[in-house]
């Protein structure tokens, strides 16, 4: 079973910018898709990206024009960045991978927008 480990998360000022990362300890391809979801405190898990196999993206309306999802095929690797941060992207930032109609999850990695 492929594992997922987030980095990158952090504390930020809001308006500024993070880039995370999911490393897969295997290839990537072992998904037929790899995105992010977010959780903030009190909150349901809200979906943010996706990249399929072919490269194609997919980011949630409430984000477009703020985060871009990418990968490194050679690192095996999965990048979320987010620009002009604000405090309501606070959250606990999950990587997850979907095989055969199944989620495999990230540990996940804390971001915090505060001043």
């Known amino acids: 079973q492929v594992q997922l480990v987030e980095s990158g998360g952090g504390l930020v000022q809001p308006g500024g910018t993070l880039r995370l990362s999911c490393a897969a300890s295997?290839?990537?391809?072992?998904?037929?898709?790899m995105g992010w979801y977010r959780q903030a405190p009190g909150t349901q898990r809200e979906w943010v990206a996706i990249?399929?196999?072919?490269?194609?993206?997919n980011i949630a309306d409430s984000l477009k024009g703020r985060c871009t999802i990418s990968r490194d095929i050679a690192k095996n690797t999965i990048y979320l960045q987010m620009d002009s941060l604000k405090p309501e992207d606070t959250a606990v930032y999950y990587c997850?991978?979907?095989?055969?109609?199944?989620?495999?999850w990230g540990q996940g990695t804390q971001v915090t927008v505060s001043s």
């Open positions: 990249i399929n196999t072919s490269g194609d993206t």
């Open positions: 997850y991978g979907t095989s055969l109609a199944r989620h495999y």
């Open positions: 295997g290839s990537i391809f072992s998904f037929s898709g």
